[in-house]
């Protein structure tokens, strides 16, 4: 069973666009974790949130956790080819659980 | 330093070959991951180590055997693989498991059986 679902699986933008990307969870997660894949190489740690409401910001990307910690969303504004890739986020039940459920994954494709 | 490194970066093995699979790490985090990831999926989790320990099998076939000889190496072993178990296998550490949630991914090794 499949906890975390992302939307919109794939996406397709012009360089230049602000886009958004969601992830979302009937169940409760104590941290959820955004990752960026590139074809051919392992999942890069972006952010990680843990406390309902919080928004981080990473340059051009932002984050934000659920007031019910069940969802998250990843927000990049004026995205460059450079993002172009596999966006998982991925949550944690529980602090001292080192099992991460990943979401299905969102393939990036920013185009020049 | 939040490197981990994987050898080989491709591997193609045919189904009666022994190889093997490392990982490395230098960060002093004391828990690691093995990972499966088969194409435009999620990684699947297969193996955990706290502290040199096994202390997670999720299910895994035997042709599998992972291995900790010290704080910083990680092995899996592989014989007798099929053709399904072609995939990206990735390596991760964390902190601890404790703050297994934040887990650093090596570039992994493109496994292909024949």
């Known amino acids: 069973t499949q906890l975390l679902e992302q939307s919109p699986q794939f996406l397709s933008i012009q360089e230049g666009e602000n886009l958004t990307v969601y992830c979302n969870s009937s169940s409760v997660f104590s941290s959820l974790q955004w990752y960026r894949q590139e074809p051919g190489e392992g999942p890069v740690l972006l952010v990680t949130?843990?406390?309902?409401?919080e928004v981080k910001k990473l340059k051009r990307l932002t984050f934000q956790f659920g007031d019910a910690r069940k969802d998250s969303s990843l927000h990049i504004t004026a995205a460059q080819p450079g993002d172009t890739g596999l966006y998982l986020c991925?949550?944690?039940?529980?602090?001292?659980?080192?099992?991460?459920?990943f979401g299905t994954g969102t393939r990036l494709t920013i185009i020049p | 330093d939040t490197e981990v490194t994987q050898t080989p970066k491709h591997l193609v093995m045919g189904m009666t070959n022994k190889k093997s699979l490392k990982c490395e790490q230098h960060?002093?985090?004391?828990?690691m991951y093995w990972y499966k990831q088969k194409a435009k999926k999620p990684p699947e989790l297969m193996f955990v180590?706290?502290?040199?320990?096994?202390?997670i099998n999720e299910s895994v076939p035997s042709r599998f055997s992972p291995e900790c000889p010290n704080s910083s190496l990680l092995n899996l072993h592989l014989h007798a693989l099929q053709p399904e178990d072609s995939a990206l296998y990735l390596c991760?550490?964390?902190?601890?498991?404790?703050?297994?949630?934040?887990?650093?991914f090596g570039p992994g090794t493109r496994l292909t059986v024949t």
């Open positions: 949130v843990v406390t309902g409401g």
């Open positions: 180590y706290s502290y040199e320990k096994l202390s």
């Open positions: 991925a949550g944690a039940k529980t602090f001292g659980n080192e099992k991460l459920t």
């Open positions: 991760a550490s964390s902190q601890d498991r404790r703050r297994g949630y934040e887990q650093y």
């Open positions: 960060m002093g985090h004391r828990a």
